[in-house]
């Protein structure tokens, strides 16, 4: 029972779910903080309020100067600041982990990569972090897309499948940065539970073999005597 894969799935999102329930009900400050980032993040925007380019560049320079002084240290100690940062990178990484145990057990050992599975990990948090370097920043995510356009990534993913892990971890990273803990919980949830579906019943392994407007099984296709062309199109070739 301890090694069934469905088990150990259902009680490792439970008890999570269990854990952000318990954390949100009991700590209330924790709650207010992570709905205050959210609200931030959704509503109010530097774009909203008017973006004045030499002004927020002042204040990154005064910022910066400010973090050497005690006040600088209050500001990173701040519950406001961190605790938003400390939930996402924490539900990022807690939603991702039962996706690399499906990963892990439906590929097969021929296509198997343990680095894919470490990179699939990690995504989801370095996503949530660039989040929150952007979040409300016109200026930082133009830079931000600047720096990424110039760097040359030299892995590729030849996996349909693996390419698929990989949005959904993006996805997963940029609903923890933005504060969307039941996004993040029900997409892992749900996607988890649709791969090992479709792993398990083998879907698409036949090809459908049409006769006209009807379905053959492939067993029954031979006897029945529909030939290679009627598969291929779903029509019958004509006589020549």
């Known amino acids: 029972m301890r090694n069934n894969i469905i088990v150990r799935l259902v009680i490792y999102y439970l008890s999570m779910l269990v854990f952000l329930a318990a954390a949100f009900r009991f700590l209330p400050q924790m709650r207010y903080y992570v709905s205050q980032e959210r609200d931030r993040f959704l509503i109010g925007t530097l774009a909203d309020a008017g973006l004045d380019v030499p002004a ?3 204040g ?3 910022g ?3 973090l050497v002084d005690q006040e600088g240290i209050n500001l990173l100690i701040d519950p406001s600041n961190t605790v938003p940062v400390v939930v996402a990178l924490t539900l990022a ?3 991702t982990l039962p996706m690399t145990w499906v990963y892990g057990w439906t590929r097969p050992k021929k296509k198997y990569n343990q680095s ?3 990179a699939l990990l990690v995504t ?3 996503i949530a972090l660039v989040v929150f370097l952007v979040k409300g920043s016109l200026p930082l995510a133009f830079g931000l897309a600047g720096i990424v356009a110039a760097v040359r990534f030299r892995a590729t993913i030849k996996e349909p499948m693996d390419a698929v892990y990989m949005l959904m971890a993006i996805g997963i990273g940029l609903a923890a940065g933005t504060q969307l803990t039941t ?3 029900l997409s892992s949830l749900i996607f988890v539970a649709i791969a090992l579906a479709v792993w398990k019943s083998d879907f698409g ?4 073999v049409i006769s006209g407007w009807r379905i053959v099984p492939p067993e029954r296709a031979g006897a029945e005597g529909v030939p290679d062309g009627a598969e291929a199109s779903g029509k019958e070739p004509k006589a020549e």
């Open 93 to 95: 990484f807690g939603v």
């Open 60 to 62: 990154i320079q005064e």
């Open 56 to 58: 927020l560049l002042g």
């Open 183 to 185: 996004v993040a919980y």
């Open 64 to 66: 910066l100067l400010r």
């Open 205 to 208: 392994a036949e090809p459908v």
């Open 124 to 126: 989801p948090i370095a």
């Open 116 to 118: 894919f599975i470490h």
